[in-house]
């Protein structure tokens, strides 16, 4: 038994023997160069360490929705309406600044001509249905678009410095009074209500000998504040912003109840919806303002 044990450790020396010469020839190994890493420097808090979610971007201006297209309307309004569709027309255009207002004003009867023969206008103010019932039977009108929006009163004056006594519409006829101003019945509707009144009253044949005709109530309005005449026939409205005349009486009732403006969009507008909104915006409250403050009486949609 001893001989065998020999015989078995002599086996495994001799293998041993055999394996470290084989190791040995393959040559030292390397162990590969750890991984090179960055040192992190003040790594802050741990909180900035975690993803934060990135909110959606705020559109740049490029993809805005594109600014209104500039447009510009032409407003025909009657001469008594210029100082209140003047501060109409800035309020209107400081809500809207792509809109620029080109405004004319002149009597009823010449802004209707304009219209007929092909004048550019988008929108028209008449001081009297006459001028626009014209324009509708031709078929100026844009249809639907006709609306009623104030009234006014015809007023008799006369220069501050009078000494007349001029109290009433009939004192026109005594022989006192030389010269009587009045809008030109055939454009003014001022001038045909004067008619009208005088023709109620019973003393157009006593008058019209007197008459000095004016191109519109503002004309009218500066021949009484210059003295030029006695007394002239004009809107309450007209003479409110006036320091130089006096109101002195109103027109019989049964005419002033016939002094309402009408407003509509002409047919041959190339923006009718710019121009039917202008028209909207005449019965905001912003504008009701406004023409109470120069003495018309608004009207409901």
Do not use: W
């Amino acid at each position: 038994m001893r001989i065998k044990y020999s015989h078995i450790i002599l086996a495994i020396l001799i293998s041993a023997l055999l394996v470290i010469p084989v190791a040995g020839c393959s040559g030292p190994t390397t162990p590969p160069p750890p991984p090179a890493t960055t040192p992190i420097q003040n790594p802050g808090p741990i909180s900035s360490m975690i993803a934060t979610p990135t909110p959606p971007s705020t559109p740049s201006a490029a993809s805005s929705p594109t600014q209104a297209a500039p447009v510009t309307l032409n407003i025909s309004a009657a001469a008594s309406l210029t100082d209140a569709v003047k501060e109409i027309n800035s309020l209107y255009t400081k809500d809207r600044p792509h809109v620029t207002i080109t405004p004319n004003f002149a009597s009823s009867g010449t802004l209707q001509q304009q219209i007929e023969n092909g004048a550019p206008v988008d929108v028209f103010l008449s001081a009297a249905q006459t001028q626009m019932d014209n324009l509708q039977k031709k078929d100026l009108l844009l249809n639907d678009t006709r609306r009623d929006f104030v009234m006014n009163e015809l007023v008799l004056i006369v220069p501050h410095d009078s000494t007349l006594g001029l109290t009433s519409f009939n004192d026109l006829a005594a022989d006192k009074v030389e010269k009587v101003a009045i809008g030109d019945p055939k454009s003014v509707p001022a001038g045909t209500y004067a008619h009208q009144a005088f023709d109620q009253l019973g003393i157009t044949a006593r008058i019209q000998p007197k008459e000095i005709l004016g191109s519109d109530v503002r004309q009218v309005l500066t021949y009484v504040e210059s003295g030029n005449v006695d007394a002239g026939i004009v809107y309450s409205t007209d003479a409110m912003i006036s320091s130089k005349v006096e109101v002195v009486a109103s027109a019989p009732a049964e005419i002033n109840a016939k002094i309402v403006y009408p407003a509509a969009v002409i047919k041959a507008s190339r923006i009718p919806d710019a121009a039917n909104d202008y028209l909207d915006f005449l019965f905001s409250v912003q504008a009701k303002t406004v023409f109470k403050k120069y003495g018309f009486t608004p009207m409901s949609n």
